[in-house]
């Protein structure tokens, strides 16, 4: 037997609305059509499919079963389609986008997992830059979105993304447990754990301190923010980071976790804030796409 998809989105329809009309209406079809189109339904199965009532209709038993193995079909030819799209749309470069050391902690990531998963005929590459090459790379056009710190370019258009303030962290039961804030120089007096110096946070880190700042006793160095967390959070050391990468409510949630203390950072250079920075403009709709995705994943938790 061959059913028509067409026809089994209609009978889907009328069976969720209990109703021919009602189906026939967001099928588009007229209610003649879509009465029709039943009619021949059932000829086809050979055994009635719906029951018609004053006030609507209700599936037979034959109706329900078909119903059911419908909607599986239906399911199953929508991720056929965007499977072969992702093969049959024309190629296209990959977008790019640059970030810091801090989007890519968990924003770029996210935002990522969402977007190729709803548009599997793009591609996207990603690299880590500090902003002053982020800002350089998008006004020479080669990348099409960034994750920038505090810089404003005028000749680019920029909107908020996110705050990306810095904070203190170490065990609760450890030296931050009576403290309500500390400054970097109160911090640099105690073992840390930090970052590489070639990661793009720890050069901005760096550069904010200037050449008189005191020189921590770092216990070891880290190639990424997670690490630097679970080291901090061990007791290895106290560590300056995002307030956004500890302020995830898995953090506290999960029994294993062990429980962190977390300071604002009293230095003014402390505060800071993500902007999203585009190359053009004028974005195209892919662009615009990753964009939205990237607003979402960095809402607060």
């Known amino acids: 037997m061959r059913y028509d998809l067409d026809d089994l989105r209609l009978f889907v329809h009328i069976v969720a609305e209990g109703s021919i009309t009602a189906g026939a209406a967001l099928a588009h079809l007229s209610l003649p059509s879509a009465s029709a189109r039943v009619r021949a339904l059932e000829g086809h199965a ?20 078909l119903a059911r193995h419908a909607r599986e079909v239906l399911a199953q030819t929508a991720q056929l389609d965007s499977a072969v799209a992702s093969y049959t749309a024309p190629r ?20 990522l997992a969402s977007f190729l998963r709803e548009y599997p005929e793009y591609d996207v590459t990603v690299s880590e830059q500090r902003t002053p090459q982020s800002l350089r790379m998008l006004a020479e056009g080669n990348a099409d ?10 000749e680019l258009r920029t909107e908020f993304l996110a ?15 009576d403290r309500t804030a500390m400054t970097y120089a109160e911090a640099a007096e ?45 007791g290895a050391g ?11 409510p898995s ?15 009293r230095d ?33 938790e």
């Open 46 to 65: 050979g055994v009635p499919l719906l029951i018609r009532e004053r006030r609507g209709v209700r599936p037979t038993p034959a109706g329900a079963t």
């Open 92 to 111: 296209t470069k990959p977008l790019v986008i640059v970030a810091g050391t801090s989007g890519l902690h968990r924003v770029v990531p996210q935002a």
């Open 145 to 154: 979105l960034g994750v920038v710190v505090d810089e404003q370019p005028t």
């Open 163 to 177: 705050d990306d303030s810095l904070v203190v962290i170490g065990p609760a039961d450890g030296i931050l447990a």
């Open 190 to 234: 105690h073992p840390m754990v930090g970052l590489h110096p070639s990661t793009a946070l720890r050069r901005w880190i760096d550069k904010a301190l200037g050449p008189h700042a005191p020189v921590p006793r770092y216990r070891t160095l880290a190639p990424n923010l997670h690490t630097v967390i679970a080291l901090a959070t061990a």
């Open 238 to 248: 106290l560590a300056i980071v995002p307030r956004r990468t500890v302020d995830s």
């Open 251 to 265: 953090r506290t949630g999960d029994p294993g976790t062990a429980p962190l203390a977390v300071r604002p950072l």
């Open 268 to 300: 003014p250079w402390a505060t800071r804030q993500h902007l999203l920075c585009y190359a053009t403009r004028r974005p195209g709709h892919a662009v615009k796409a990753l964009a939205h995705h990237l607003h979402l994943a960095a809402q607060p």
